[in-house]
């Protein structure tokens, strides 16, 4: 009992908490802009869901939209920038709780609304802003601790968040494979012949994939071994790197050779809720070492003639 007491509410270092907050802010901010120019189409009331059978399909639920309001194209405009300005408070960590419960309500309020074009992202923004509301926020790498600092601004909060936090990417990745396994394109190793040719392909003109099947397969199946060992790997602090760049080399292939970059970019914020304290002070000393290389190497001087030094 006492282990998992420890397991929930042991300390954990809340500059974790931030780069979740952090990067879930940026995420979120790219996934607003991509749906902007379609906002009207989606979120108002002349829009490709009718507003009325919607309510009559939603009567009785627990939640519903604030969309349902504010059904107007100027009134869909100015949730959107009132979304994008909860967003960058988020980042900044001004007036955190407050802006994290108006992220989350965003995102509970465009999926309850358009949920016939939703993807797979918009889940895992939903679920990670709630988790974000729930979990303690701390005040480090904040607005909020340079406006009022405190003392114990910096102090070990409990993990229980990160853990939900971890959980939750687990079973991301879980149920990704065990829908695929299943699947014969997986199976025969063909998916990404088939979908290079698909509108979601960067390049659908191009028959490469299908012209060299072994690459495919091949391609295939380091995406399903990756998916399957990444949550594994990062749970371990000596295979935890190796876990990072594997998912984020996958997520980098998805991005450039999708038209999923959005999807990419909403990947980053469960990743950061495995880094501890060593990971955290290891990057920013990698961080500072680079920064003191670049601001260490020669300035060119120009020479008498007006031409640049060798």
């Not at 923004?125 to 601790?145: A, F, I, K, T």
């Not at 070990?156 to 853990?163: I, K, N, Q, T």
């Not at 950061?272 to 003191?292: P, T, V």
Request: aromatic share 14%.
């Amino acid at each position: 009992m006492k282990r998992v007491i420890a397991f929930f509410w042991g300390p954990a270092d809340p500059r974790a908490y931030a780069l979740v907050r952090i990067t879930l802010a940026v995420a979120a901010l790219v996934n607003l802009a991509d749906l902007w120019p379609h906002r009207y189409e989606y979120l108002a009331l002349g829009g490709m869901v009718p507003l009325d059978g919607l309510r009559r399909a939603t009567a009785g639920k627990l939640y519903g939209s604030i969309f349902y309001a504010v059904p107007s194209e100027a009134g869909v405009t100015a949730l959107f920038i009132g979304a994008a300005v909860a967003l960058v408070a988020l980042g900044l960590g001004w007036w955190t709780r407050v802006a994290a419960a108006l992220v989350f309500a965003w995102h509970l309020s465009y999926c309850h609304r358009a949920f016939p074009v939703l993807h797979g992202w918009d889940a895992i923004l939903r679920s990670y802003s709630l988790l974000v509301l729930v979990s303690p926020s701390g005040r480090v790498w904040s607005l909020d601790h340079i406006r009022r600092p405190r003392p114990d601004d910096a102090a070990d909060v409990p993990a229980y968040g990160l853990r939900m936090m971890q959980w939750q990417l687990f079973v991301l990745y879980f149920m990704t494979v065990w829908l695929k396994v299943p699947d014969s394109f997986w199976r025969s190793g063909q998916v990404l012949a088939y979908f290079s040719v698909s509108q979601y392909s960067r390049t659908p003109n191009s028959l490469f994939l299908v012209r060299h099947e072994w690459m495919s397969t091949i391609g295939t199946y380091l995406s399903m071994a990756a998916e399957a060992s990444i949550p594994w790997l990062l749970w371990s602090r000596r295979t935890r790197f190796l876990g990072m760049a594997a998912g984020f080399g996958l997520h980098f292939m998805i991005g450039t050779t999708a038209r999923l970059g959005v999807f990419s970019i909403c990947m980053i914020p469960p990743y950061m809720a495995y880094l501890e304290r060593g990971d955290i002070d290891w990057l920013i000393a990698l961080y500072r070492r680079a920064r003191s290389s670049i601001a260490r190497r020669p300035v060119p001087r120009a020479s008498a003639s007006g031409e640049r030094a060798d």
